[in-house]
C-alpha cells in the first residue's frame, strides 16, 4: 500500500489536474464561459422585468 501512495503522489505533482477529469483548465475554461452566460441572462431578465412594467402601466386607446 506504501508503494502506491508513494508513487501517485510523485505522479499527482508533475501532472497536476490531468490526473483528475473534470478538473483544470477546461474546466476553468467552462466555469468563466458559464459565469458570463449567467450574467448575460440575469441582465435580460432585468430588461423583460423592466419592460412588463412599462408595458403593464399603459392604457389602451
Do not use: Q, W, Y
Not at 468563466?32 to 419592460?51: D, G, M, Q, V
Amino acid at each position: 500500500m506504501t508503494f502506491i501512495t508513494s508513487s501517485i503522489s510523485p505522479l499527482r505533482r508533475a501532472f497536476g489536474s490531468l490526473l483528475i477529469p473534470g478538473r483544470g483548465r477546461h474546466r476553468d475554461e467552462e466555469l468563466a464561459r458559464l459565469r458570463k452566460e449567467n450574467k448575460a441572462l440575469k441582465e435580460a431578465n432585468e430588461i423583460l422585468k423592466k419592460a412588463t412594467v412599462i408595458f403593464a402601466n399603459e392604457r389602451p386607446r
